[in-house]
T-cell receptor, first 108, second 112 residues
Framework: GQQVQQSPTSLVLQEGENAELQCNFSTSLNSMQWFYQRPGGSLISVFYNPSGTKQSGRLTSTTVIKERRSSLHISSSQITDSGTYLCAMDAGNYKYVFGAGTRLKVIA | ETAVFQTPNYHVTQVGNEVSFNCKQTLGHDTMYWYKQDSKKLLKIMFSYNNKQLIVNETVPRRFSPQSSDKAHLNLRIKSVEPEDSAVYLC???????????FGKGTRLTVV
């Protein structure tokens, strides 16, 4: 079936370091989305990125649909970036398939 | 700003009870979803509805039944809860089954 692989599963950064989160999709997809979730918090859309590169502040997402992958780059990480980052693919059949997430912890 | 509203935020109940969760979206979308998020943060789709019609039902136990009165509302009823039903239930919506999906804040169910 359709699968979404995220790497790394967890990451610890010193404040100010950069991070690169990866998402790979097992099948072709129409589009994808990155989400952020704090412990006990709601799911917040970070990027809707069907293709190409998008930037918002310190966050940059690059999706290469033909290669079935997407990345999320966090520059100059801050403690408030800590949480779980989830990617999801829209496979075109009225459902989004999610990866297991990357748990990010930024320490001082 | 939240445009997918879920109630209640939390619910604690005993095994065997019936529970109902409500979801409403004000985005004018035609597709709504229920997802279940377990303790390991894994998100799995349960149901998709498009214009009040069930589109996706992902091998969910029969005690779960979605109810849609119109395309802006999708409720979830669990007839006789079991301990493994403890999770966060997330409602979402999108336009025409994609491409961008918006989530509510979730309902945390604890079955004791």
């Amino acid at each position: 079936g359709q699968q979404v692989q995220q790497s790394p599963t967890s990451l610890v950064l010193q404040e100010g370091e950069n991070a690169e989160l990866q998402c790979n999709f097992s099948t072709s997809l129409n589009s994808m989305q990155w989400f952020y979730q704090r412990p006990g918090g709601s799911l917040i859309s970070v990027f809707y990125n069907p293709s190409g590169t998008k930037q918002s502040g310190r966050l940059t997402s690059t999706t290469v649909i033909k290669e079935r992958r997407s990345s999320l780059h966090i520059s100059s990480s801050q403690i408030t970036d800590s949480g779980t980052y989830l990617c999801a693919m829209d496979a075109g059949n009225y459902k989004y398939v999610f990866g297991a997430g990357t748990r990010l912890k930024v320490i001082a | 700003e939240t445009a997918v509203f879920q109630t209640p935020n939390y619910h604690v109940t005993q095994v065997g009870n019936e529970v109902s969760f409500n979801c409403k979206q004000t985005l004018g979308h035609d597709t709504m979803y229920w997802y279940k998020q377990d303790s390991k943060k894994l998100l799995k789709i349960m149901f998709s509805y498009n214009n009040k019609q069930l589109i996706v039902n992902e091998t969910v136990p029969r005690r779960f039944s979605p109810q849609s009165s119109d395309k802006a509302h999708l409720n979830l009823r669990i007839k006789s809860v079991e301990p493994e039903d403890s999770a966060v239930y997330l409602c979402a919506s999108s336009l025409m089954g994609g491409p961008e999906v918006f989530f509510g804040k979730g309902t945390r169910l604890t079955v004791v």
